[in-house]
């Protein structure tokens, strides 16, 4: 079965930085675009970045370009979210999710970690 | 890029059938998209991938109660026998090369 628990999440200032990571089983890593997809309080889903199967290349969200960095270590099966600069309107839970093809949707999601930017 | 577009919110009574559209944008007609559930407080959950010529194919352990179907640029998912634990938020979502794209989401309640 496959499972996708992200971690990292929390508490910043404004200005400040986190990683988010993502921990994968069940399925063949390596061999999938990996996505994070954020839900402000109270909003619809919303993507924020995918990265190719084997890391050679990502995209990322016009809000969140620039500031955010999106890896993988197919060897440790775990997928990252850097975040710099971190905004209020980042606040946010972000979701990790497996992307069933290369493109194509969404087929799994993690649980979701939450974080908060506040002063 | 593609845009995706759905009504607010929709309700059916328990037991009954309530149909959800999501319309892609112009020029993106022919675009595949999926459906996935989200039930309050919790992650969102894959549904079914729609073409379309109408063809569907579910995820894991997605009950019968669930259909889609496609008529230019709708985009149809069809909740039959309308269960108290399919109230959730329902959000289509497409995608290109360069982006994922989601609609805006249905919140359905069962009265």
């Known amino acids: 079965e496959v499972y996708l628990v992200e971690s990292g999440g929390g508490l910043v200032q404004p200005g400040g930085s986190l990683r988010l990571s993502c921990a994968a089983s069940?399925?063949?890593?390596?061999?999938?675009?990996m996505a994070w997809v954020r839900q402000a309080p109270g909003k619809g889903l919303v993507w924020v970045s995918h990265?190719?199967?084997?890391?050679?290349?990502?995209s990322y969200a016009d809000s969140v370009k620039g500031r955010f960095t999106i890896s993988r270590d197919n060897a440790k099966n775990t997928l990252y979210m850097q975040m710099n600069s971190l905004r209020a309107e980042d606040t946010a839970v972000y979701y990790c999710?497996?992307?069933?093809?290369?493109?194509?949707?969404?087929?799994?999601w993690g649980q979701g970690t939450l974080v908060t930017v506040s002063s | 890029q593609p845009l995706l577009t759905q009504s607010s919110s929709s309700s059916a009574s328990l037991g009954s059938s309530v149909r959800l559209t999501c319309t892609l944008s112009s020029g993106h007609s022919a675009y595949t998209i999926a459906w996935h559930q989200q039930q309050p407080g919790k992650a969102p959950r894959y549904l079914m991938r729609?073409?379309?010529?109408?063809?569907?194919n579910k995820g894991t352990r997605i009950p019968d109660r669930f259909s889609g179907s496609s008529s230019g640029a709708d985009r149809y998912l069809t909740i039959s026998n309308l269960q108290s634990e399919d109230e959730a938020d329902y959000y289509c979502e497409t995608w290109d090369s360069d982006t994922q794209v989601f609609g805006t989401g249905t919140k359905v309640t069962v009265l």
């Open positions: 999710a497996r992307i069933a093809d290369t493109p194509a949707e969404i087929d799994f």
């Open positions: 069940g399925f063949t890593f390596s061999s999938y675009w």
């Open positions: 990265i190719y199967s084997d890391g050679s290349d990502s």
């Open positions: 729609l073409e379309v010529s109408g063809d569907f």
